[in-house]
């Protein structure tokens, strides 16, 4: 091993120019492979963060995929009769029984819920009025289930406890209205009732519609306001490990009755989207390290054609084809290992550079900077994808000088 | 028929050995030769060009295989052996000296005589490169070890390849046309090299030349003509 390495070696010190620009192919290509597969990746986690983070992993709806059988047709599966324009009985909408489903919820591992109940109102301050998506909630709860307790800007969620005709608005409505905390504003339901609530807290998320569109009340003021005493029409779930949500949604939706969707289904289409984005990714990136091993071949395909008459007498001493193929394949390898180590480093360099740029997101309203992906996995497959790449470029030159007849060469030298 | 040598304890045995290469036209290279080398002899084989003095070298050297016929070399039958036994043999049994140098460029003049003795593997570390410091001695080399092929003269390139040639102790140097790129000084060195190594090493060379003061230091010269042997064959004959 130590005799093939050394020539190996001394074949590409002894073409420098050529080794360079092969190792610069190599290098370039891993360089690049970490910074777009970084950033790609990075956005890809971040985008998921902000999903998980900003929705329930699991909502629980007051609704469900298939209607109930009528008694009748259980009772009687294979029956004949038929009974037509029955008049459903009408009851006020949401989740039946929803403190007994809630603990039933809260008993399962990793799990925490909370009862909203949400509906659309319209708030009125100084003539003006603004459509809103009015939830009612148990502020001890939803602190634990959503991250709008660290949003917060002024007040808390817990004020909404202390003063019952307490109001948590947005930033971009607090200042749309003028408010501030303690103003007071008017809140009109569908059906017409309206109440006086006073301003005790005020978030911003950084989504523009949301920070205008959402209030939270207290659950039993929702209730009262909107006519649905003791209702609520949203389980909102979170999990210690997110990507369990839909298991978990299909366990709540096998027991309650009610339709659970995990975040997972409500972002199926982005998630797939995500793929087909990863897809194209690493088939850009990868081309550029197969470019690269273009550069390889060409190197050591020359080395093996001027070195003939050196790997015939190679032959003629005794080296066995073998060992002249692991000449070769080692030059690729080396030149493999070497662009991946120098690669991996300016790659580095890159991904810090991208990850000081700023932008702004549509939508958004804060200044963000591009999220960079850091983890392990996509050094050792860059690494291992430019070390395949030289080794399979390396193979046919190594394969040919295998091949060599020391007589055919000597004959021709003579 | 044709034999060249006498039977005694031969280091090589050629018996009716004939090369053919295939194609459209079939063009035999070297046609039913059979002879004998002997320990310690100093052998030039001679005669016109593409008569098939190399050739008959090159299955000698066991780089080429005979169509027909059989070369033993120290007792054994050559035509039993694989290509890795082939190869192995050669590296540790025979010794090669060319026309050219074929010295590896990259590598200094001890580092392409320890190139045999490190793939032969019998030797380590220290020991390879005193036994290559050496080799390079003895023909003349102090203070050129670690000098590369391209600043060495022909002659001192030359010496070199002999070195790399002798580095596994074979026991067979075949040389082809060893002088022929060399000035008359070196090309005399080179042949005293040579003749020196039978007797004070008891080395059988096998010589293709052309060169007839080269011939005059063998103790035996062999002629060919048409891949056959012709005994009568003489350098100053017309070809």
Known sequence: MAITLDIALAHLTSRKRQTLVSLSGVVLGVAFFLAVSGLMRGSETDFLKRLVDSSPHITVHDDVRQGRAQPAALRFPDGAVRVANVRPLRETRGIRGWPQRLAFIESLPGVRAAPVLADAAVLTFAGRQQGVTLSGVVPDKMKHVTTIEEKMLEGSLDALAADPNGVVIGRGLADKFSLRLGSTLVVLAADGSSRSLRVVGIFRTGNAAYDEGQA??????????????????????????????????????????????????????????????????????????????????????TIVMEKTRDIAIMKSMGFHPRDLRRIFLLEGLIVGLLGSVLGELLGLGLMQLLGQVEIRPPGVTEIVRLPMFWGAQQYALAAAFAMLSCVAASYLPARRAGRVRPVDILRGAA | MSVAGSPSNPVIRVEHVTRTLEGEVPVTLVEDVSLQIERGEF??????????????????????????????????????????RLTDFRLARLGYVFQFHFLLPEFSALDNVALPIRKLGRLSGAAVEARAADLLDRFGLQGHHHKRPSQLSGGQRQRVAIARALANDPLVILADEPTGNLDSAASTHVRDMLRNLTRELNKSVVAVTHDVDFASAADRRIGIVDGRIDMAWRPDRPS
């Open chain 1, 216 to 301: 939270f009340v207290l659950l039993k003021r929702a209730q009262s306001l909107l006519g649905r005493e003791n209702r609520v029409n949203r389980l909102i779930i979170q999990l210690a490990d997110p990507y369990a949500a839909q298991n978990v949604a299909q366990t709540i939706e096998a027991t309650t009755g009610y339709k659970a969707v995990s975040w997972i289904e409500a972002s199926e289409d982005l998630l797939s989207l995500l793929l087909v984005r990863n897809i194209i990714m690493y088939s850009v990136v990868a081309a550029i390290l197969v470019v690269a091993s273009f550069g390889i071949y060409n190197t050591i395909s």
């Open chain 2, 43 to 84: 052998v030039c084989v001679m005669g016109p060009s593409g008569s098939g003095k190399s050739s008959l070298l090159y299955l000698l050297g066991l780089l080429d295989v005979p169509t027909q016929g059989r070369i033993w070399i120290d007792g054994e039958n050559t035509g039993d052996f694989d290509d890795d």
